[in-house]
């Protein structure tokens, strides 16, 4: 199926451009991009776009959970993932050397990133901004020498911007995942990895007969993220990443343990990225 637009978050040069570009269809889309990640969500739930590409976890800051609250409210499902290495670059204006800089732009989780780097530089300020795309950008528009920003060597290239250090991010295994946002249906059946949002009884032992599911069932659970519940003070639901042969049933099983239980969608595990590499620190992944 051909796709005519697909949402993105941040601006060009921003690792959300990266990895949309490492989409295999995405070569005859137009790319609209959008400045938060519930925007981006919603332009594919409207219909604005016919998918969408936001950040949801990363090795050092760990998961963006204003993604998995978005993608829940939505309806909407992910169709895929994909892992891009971070490097993290100092840009500046052409001629700019590292002591003229008082400013650094760059997205609250690129600034998070580079915390040891920032903090050996005390008399810059950190600036959160759009996206690191966006960042760049804006020390191009505005033309100020003072201004540098974090984002990555593309970033550098568009925007005709001087690389002052590279590799500044604190993790030198450093990733950032990615998920593919579609309109239902877009599972694939026959896919290995599973997104669920669960709500366990508020009784003892209740999260321990959910694992049991995924243990009986022979899946791998690989990511679990617990976040409140609105109305409900210190009561939790759970977002969970499952992988391995998947049960057809596995959601009416659940829904044997669970309060509530919901498919956010089932999916290729790791659709791209240095996949070989990230596995062999998967210990850094944050999952």
């Not at 697909?6 to 601006?11: K, S």
């Not at 800051?61 to 993608?71: E, P, R």
């Not at 201004?147 to 990555?152: M, S």
């Not at 956010?264 to 240095?274: A, D, K, P, R």
Request: hydrophobic share 35%.
């Amino acid at each position: 199926m051909r796709m005519e637009k697909l949402a993105c978050f941040g601006g060009p040069g921003s690792y959300s451009h990266l990895a949309a570009l490492q989409q295999d269809d995405i070569s005859s889309a137009a790319i609209v991009f959008y400045d938060t990640f519930a925007a981006v969500i919603e332009a594919v739930a409207r219909k604005e776009a016919c998918a969408g590409m936001v950040p949801v976890e990363n090795s050092s800051t760990g998961s963006i959970t204003a993604v998995y609250d978005a993608l829940q409210e939505s309806g909407c499902r992910i169709g895929g993932e994909i892992y891009i290495p971070i490097h993290h670059c100092l840009l500046a204006l052409p001629g700019v050397e590292m002591d003229e800089l008082q400013s650094i732009y760059s997205h609250a989780q690129g600034l998070a990133q580079c915390g040891k780097f920032m903090r050996a530089h005390p008399r810059w300020q950190g600036i959160a901004y759009g996206s690191t795309g966006r960042s760049a950008a804006k020390v191009r528009r505005d033309g100020i020498r003072s201004q540098g920003a974090i984002g990555n060597r593309q970033a550098a290239i568009r925007y005709g911007l001087r690389i002052l250090a590279t590799d500044i991010q604190d993790n030198t295994t450093n990733y950032t995942r990615f998920l593919r946002i579609c309109r239902p249906p877009s599972d694939l059946r026959d896919g290995n990895k599973m997104t669920l949002v669960l709500t366990a009884p508020h009784v003892p032992g209740s999260l321990y007969h959910i694992l049991e599911v995924f243990y009986a069932a022979g899946l791998n659970l690989t990511h679990l993220e617990s976040r409140p519940i609105y109305g409900r003070p210190f009561e939790y639901r759970f977002y969970a990443d499952v992988v391995g042969r998947m049960p057809p049933d596995i959601v009416k099983r659940l829904q044997k343990t669970c309060e509530y239980v919901q498919s956010l969608g089932q999916y290729e595990e790791n659709t791209g990225g240095e996949i070989h590499a990230i596995r062999s620190h998967r210990g850094n992944v944050g999952t």
